[in-house]
């Protein structure tokens, strides 16, 4: 059962990446132009770069991730109620079922608990300013750890799936799944930028993947259901 979760969150993290694609394009655009002139005219020199940004955000995954599955595991120790592991995973299925909703475009109902994280980035993101320009790979691995924290309703809904998770190392391990899966998105866009921000704007791409996720939210219910009632 544990490694379907891990495999659940990778396929969201890569078909998410259409999100990410279109909520993190300005930010990765920023990364990339914030470069020294002579690294953004050499893929090979920006590339370092780009895997540094990336690597600080996959770094941010996993400490909340962890952190979550902890508080998780904590809270079903404490209770006397049995099937609150397979609550939270149905809770999770429930968010994935309403991320693809929102990928494909047909409701936008998550863009209320993205606002949750706001007041915390209103008070990191400044920190970003004054890492401009990135001159080396631990700067940028520093911003990428801030950048982890932007407020991101694809994140919430792993970070759900991390909390049922049974924990806080299997927590971690879930958010780094998530986040290997979006890696290649991010890595490709910081390379081309411009052609990967009209895909991403691209009704039948995002319906496609809002699909997916609706499918891999339906199959987490299932699996959820199921152990409950046996």
């Known amino acids: 059962m544990m490694e379907s979760i891990y495999l659940t969150a990778l396929m969201v993290g890569l078909l998410g990446g259409i999100h990410c694609l279109g909520m993190c394009g300005g930010v990765v655009g920023s990364l990339t132009f914030n470069l020294k002139p002579e690294v953004q005219l050499s893929w ?3 590339f ?5 940004y990336n690597a600080g955000r996959l770094t941010s995954y996993v400490l909340i991730g962890s952190l979550f599955g902890f508080l998780g595991n904590s809270l079903i120790s404490l209770t006397s109620f049995l099937p609150l592991q ?3 995973q149905i809770i999770a299925g429930l968010f994935m079922i309403v991320l693809g909703l929102y990928l494909g475009g047909w409701w936008n109902g998550i863009v209320a608990v993205e606002r949750l994280g706001q007041g915390v980035w209103k008070r990191l993101a400044p920190l970003t300013k004054k890492m401009m320009p990135v001159q080396n790979f631990y700067q940028a691995w520093l911003y990428g750890l801030v950048w982890g924290w932007l407020p991101c309703g694809l994140v919430y809904s792993m970070l759900i799936m ?3 998770a049974g924990g806080g190392l299997e927590g971690g391990l879930v958010m780094l799944a998530f986040g290997l899966g979006t890696l290649p998105n991010l890595l490709l866009m910081g390379s081309f930028a411009f052609f990967f921000t009209k895909l991403a704007r691209t009704l039948w791409v995002r319906r496609l993947a809002g699909f997916l996720v609706i499918v891999m939210g339906g199959v987490q219910l299932y699996w ?3 152990l409950q009632l046996s």
């Open 44 to 46: 090979w020199r920006m």
């Open 48 to 52: 370092p770069y780009q895997l540094s």
């Open 86 to 88: 397979q609550t939270l």
């Open 162 to 164: 991390a909390l049922s």
């Open 224 to 226: 959820s259901t199921t």
